[in-house]
């Protein structure tokens, strides 16, 4: 007897697969009770009484994402078999046991290539005899009880918003011969839920003798059909069976019409003897009726499969089906839910607080109205100011929070009500429970390439309302990240999402040129703004630095994590630390040494490589390639998308701020860059560039978009008329305002501007200089500012000759981050010199002499280790190794790596750095009881090691439910670079070696 096959989400978590190079051993069987569990009872009743009345209130539909799997093509239903299975043998190797499957199954193909609309019939609904009968929606068994398994068979169907933990148990192949039992649990609550629709449930089993085999085709004993009399038992049991065995017996009894399929069409008993697990196969139990009888044969069926399953399939499968649910969050009423339960808090205050951007009111209105509705949040909806200075980010440390994201107006397709649901976003994973920086975009990458376009949407409108509100794309959304960045990747993210939106029927050109358009404002602000104002950007050198506006300790770090920084000075005044820290963090203690420490520990942090010994005591000092590399990449961006679809010019509209401050700033830089006659000369050697004033930049322009939807539409009647013919743009998009008063030095810019600027030609400041619009009323809050492709094509082509200037070292052949104040040229060989191809900031001939070198330096057996065992330094107690350093890899320098040596015509290289580091991951997977964890040793090819921080995701019980944020995009990424005979080497764990000199790639 099988569970229910369509609706099970259990948490498989009673036992855990055998490695698969381990002598095999008969599993120990867990103990169930006897009575349903309170979360089966649950999910028993009606709609009406689960939850909360405040929970009913705030009953979620279904968003886009949710239906994104009702789309697809899959091969299985959408269930779970509870099969615990067990090798006969006593030892076998795994590629082994796998040939041996594979020859066992192949008298018996057509058995385990089951016809898809059969399986997926059992989605819907069953047909039997008794008429047809509905199965449960998932939400009515979303709260059963565990139950042990080692091998679980679920299927590439799965509702978006499920939880992913469901029976993922038994994550690798493992020894087996032609022996292989299962233990099937025919009494788990999801199955007296499944009875009171009308399905199978535990009167379908009845006990019988020990006397009773499984019958064969030659001894069909004739039995009478169930009867509503008999007798039913609520005992839990469990089956001890032997899958290939059990497959050909019930087959030959109950398929008397040979379509290895069993149907009310079929004329056996319709009842099959199983022997029970807990005595050893002695009694026996029947398992009765068409529908019980399917089951059980349709899930031996995806046993065998799924047992011997390719792990390169099944870890693409998991990721693609299950990962990326599970890290799946919102910031609204239901999302609250989950979120709260990771306070982050370790203050005497232990209420949940959410922050709430000044000018959002509609935000400010919507929680207010959860904490009112759901109370035991016990949430408290606070209002940010509407400037936020470091002050009061330090104010608020002792009462930390979450920081509101995207909120959404959509329509409830049940009642046809407009409902507020907040912006998906993918969360790493582990205890980081909050939408990251630079972790975001590569998740993004992954969910585009698994087709998950909704949910990476969902991540950049968040990353743009951080920018509209926030000023700048967090380290994550806590408060006390406020005055903190990470690495910028909004241009490449947005260009690939849109390139995806494209695509849906649903997304018009219009709608898409006012998304985009959206998307460039963002970009625009954060580059401006952050990257390209003080303290990050240098003034004498004009490249762009980690530097936060923090102020003294990072709260977020544990009590003691700076204990030994603190203690010499603490010891100096006789005070203990915990005195020393509260007076120093109270600005009781003046110590500008400290002060210096922790101005450069927040700027690795900021960095995303906390922590490296490249950076230590010096971060906010450096001109790092990785940073400046990124700071290119805007540029080109942002000038190609103003170029190509908004016809040279976008117009932005700027808020003038307190006392006119960004007015005031504006007029400035404009100023100051008119003077200057050149990009060049205003950017670095203190040129007094100053673009601050790009705070007031509003991210949410409905006015702005209609100029954009205009822009876009004359730009694309323009590409197919005759291009000789010479159109003034900034005329186009002066008309196109149709208000204020205009100012302008010339108006006769093109596209050509652009263009010339793109190739190194030196443009004319008049082409560059931004326009702009005061309003006719010295009360509008807003001016209008037009930014020109061709001053963001100057800016990328003056910051690649300062990256050439400083960063790369001829003697070296490699690219160096720069001390600007030192004033010299850093020797710490880090990976992140290829992030240089990766943006294409490097000329082809550095390109082609950095290639060898680098790699010979940083391509190991596992990938690309982060840097060089010589720039690290000698490793021992007093001097402990850090995570960013040599022996480590990481997933977000393998794909940088990947995407640059490609670009540069070097296939190859990227094909096998590549493999090695997807050969770690599935071999980890493989050996490690399915573990996906935030890092490796390349070196050493392991994931357990002792480094600060741990590894997350490497400490789970019994199955992985989410993996790793950025190392399931990894997978998913770095899937398509592999050739077809890569692939399969990659499923047969092919050691990377070994397969180049086979491949014979050097």
């Known amino acids: 007897m099988v569970q229910q096959v369509a609706n099970s989400k259990r948490s498989m978590t009673d036992t855990p697969s055998s490695p698969p190079h381990a002598p095999a051993k008969r599993p120990a069987l867990a103990a169930h009770s006897r009575t349903p569990s309170a979360s089966a009872s649950r999910a028993l009743e009606p709609p009406a009484a689960q939850g909360t009345p405040a929970a009913r209130t705030q009953r979620q539909p279904p968003t886009e994402e949710e239906l994104f799997y009702k789309d697809k093509d899959h091969r299985y239903a959408h269930g779970h078999a509870d099969v615990l299975l067990h090798d006969g043998a006593d030892s076998s190797p795994w590629l082994a046991g796998l040939a041996a499957a594979s ?23 069953i047909s039997s005899s008794a008429g047809s009968a509905a199965v449960p929606r998932p939400a009515q068994a979303a709260s059963l009880s565990p139950l042990s398994v080692s091998a679980c068979m679920e299927p590439d169907t799965v509702s978006a918003d499920q939880d992913v933990g469901n029976g993922l148990n038994g994550t690798m192949p493992f020894a087996a011969q032609d022996a292989a039992f299962a233990v099937v649990d025919p009494h788990d609550p999801a199955l007296a839920a499944t009875a009171a629709v009308g399905t199978v449930g535990p009167a379908s089993v009845r006990h019988t003798s020990a006397r009773h085999a499984p019958y064969s085709a030659e001894s069909r004993p004739s039995r009478r059909r169930r009867g509503s009399h008999d007798d039913s ?3 839990p049991r469990k089956f001890l069976i032997n899958v290939d065995d059990t497959q050909r017996a019930i087959l030959a009894q109950e398929d008397t019409d ?11 008993p319709k009842t099959f003897t199983l022997g029970t697990a807990a005595s050893g196969g002695f009694n026996k139990f029947e398992v009765r009726g068409t529908y019980a009888l399917s089951n059980l044969l349709q899930e031996l069926a995806l046993a065998a499969d799924r047992l011997y399953e390719n792990p390169v399939d099944r870890l693409h499968r998991l990721i693609k089906y299950h990962f990326w649910d599970a890290l799946t969050r919102r910031i609204d009423a239901d999302g609250l839910e989950k979120i709260c339960e990771d306070p982050k808090n370790r203050s005497a205050d232990q209420r949940n607080r959410i922050y709430v951007p000044f000018h959002d009111k509609q935000a400010l209105e919507y929680y207010e109205g959860v904490a009112v509705q759901r109370p035991h949040l016990r949430l408290v909806v606070e209002r940010l100011p509407e400037e936020i200075t470091p002050e009061y980010v330090r104010s608020i440390d002792g009462v930390p929070g979450i920081l509101s994201l995207a909120l959404r107006q959509q329509r409830d397709p049940t009642t046809g009500e407009m409902v507020t649901r907040g912006a998906p976003f993918v969360v790493p994973g582990g205890r980081f429970n909050e939408m990251y920086g630079w972790d975001s975009y590569f998740e993004a990458l992954g969910l585009l390439a698994d087709g998950r376009v909704e949910l990476g949407r969902g991540m950049v409108e968040n990353f743009w309302y951080e920018i509209e509100h926030y000023g700048k794309i967090l380290n994550a959304n806590r408060s006390y990240y406020l005055t903190r960045s990470q690495p910028p990747f909004l ?3 947005t260009v690939e999402t849109h390139k995806k939106l494209r695509e849906k029927i649903d997304w018009t050109a219009d709608r898409c040129a006012a998304w985009l358009a ?15 104002a003080s303290p990050r950007l240098d003034a004498k050198t004009g490249l762009s630095k980690y530097y936060t506006e923090g102020i003294r300790m990072p709260p977020e770090t544990e009590s003691t994590h700076f204990d030994h920084i603190l203690a010499p000075y603490a010891m100096r ?17 003046v110590e500008p040494e400290l002060d210096e420490y922790f101005v450069h520990d927040r700027a690795v942090r900021e960095s995303g490589h906390d922590t490296t010994y490249r950076f230590e005591k010096r971060c906010a000092n450096l001109a790092t390639v990785d940073l400046n590399s990124l700071v290119f990449k805007y540029e080109k961006d942002i000038a190609a998308l103003i170029d190509e679809h908004f016809g040279g010019m976008i117009t932005l509209r700027v808020r003038r701020g307190p006392n006119n401050v960004h007015l005031d700033g504006f007029m400035e830089w404009r100023a100051n860059l008119a003077a200057r006659g050149s990009v060049n000369a205003a950017v670095g050697n203190y040129g007094g560039w100053n673009s601050s004033w790009a705070k007031g930049i509003c991210v949410y322009d409905d006015e702005a978009d209609g100029i954009a939807r205009a822009d876009h539409s004359q730009s694309q009647a323009l590409d197919a008329m005759d291009t000789s013919v010479p159109v003034s743009v900034t005329e186009n998009a002066s008309a196109a305002t149709g208000h204020g008063r205009a100012h302008a030095d010339a108006s006769t810019s093109t596209n050509d501007a652009a263009g010339s600027a793109a190739n190194g030609t030196r443009v004319p400041m008049d082409s560059m200089l931004p326009e702009y619009d005061l309003p006719d009323s010295d009360n509008s809050p807003f001016f209008t500012v037009r930014i020109s492709a061709a001053l963001y094509a100057s800016l990328a082509d003056h910051t690649q000759g300062l990256i050439t200037h400083y960063l790369w070292s001829p003697s070296d052949s490699m690219f160096f981050d ?17 992030w240089t191809l990766w943006a294409g900031c490097a000329t082809a001939e550095q390109a082609a002499l950095m290639r060898p070198v680098a790699l010979s330096k940083f391509e190991v057996v596992g990938g690309l280790v982060s840097g060089t065992e010589e720039s690290r330094g000698a490793i021992s107690l007093d ?13 977000p320098h393998q794909i940088m790596a990947w995407a640059g040596l490609q670009r540069y015509g070097f296939e190859d290289d990227a094909r096998r750095v590549c493999y090695r580091w997807l050969y770690t991951l599935t071999k980890s997977f493989v050996d490690f009881n399915g573990v996906v964890p935030e890092k490796f040793d390349v070196v050493n090819m392991t994931h357990k090691f002792h480094v600060e921080y741990g590894n997350v995701g490497a400490d789970f019980r019994f199955v992985v439910r989410e993996g790793f944020g950025w190392m399931n995009a990894s997978y998913e990424v770095g899937l398509p670079y592999l050739t077809q005979s890569m692939r399969r080497a990659l499923g047969t764990l092919t050691q990377p070696d070994q397969l180049f000199r086979a491949l014979r790639i050097c």
């Not at 040979?258 to 056996?268: C, E, K, N, R, Y």
């Open 258 to 268: 040979g379509d290895f399929q069993i149907t009310i069409h079929d004329v056996g």
């Open 518 to 532: 959206c998307g460039v404002r963002a970009a625009i602000k954060e580059h401006l703004s952050v990257w390209k």
């Open 233 to 235: 038992s609520f005992k």
């Open 573 to 589: 005044l006789g005070m203990s630390i915990e005195e020393y820290t509260a007076k120093y963090n109270a600005d009781e203690i």
């Open 879 to 891: 001097r402990p190794n850090r995570q960013w350093d040599y022996p480590f890899g990481w997933a």
């Open 491 to 493: 241009t490449d993210m």
């Open 103 to 125: 020859r066992r199954r192949t008298a018996t193909a057509m058995l385990s290539r089951l016809s898809e609309s059969q399986l997926f019939a059992s989605t819907t609904s």
């Open 818 to 834: 720069w001390d600007c104040v030192q004033d010299e040229r850093s020797v710490y060989e880090t990976v992140t010199c290829l």
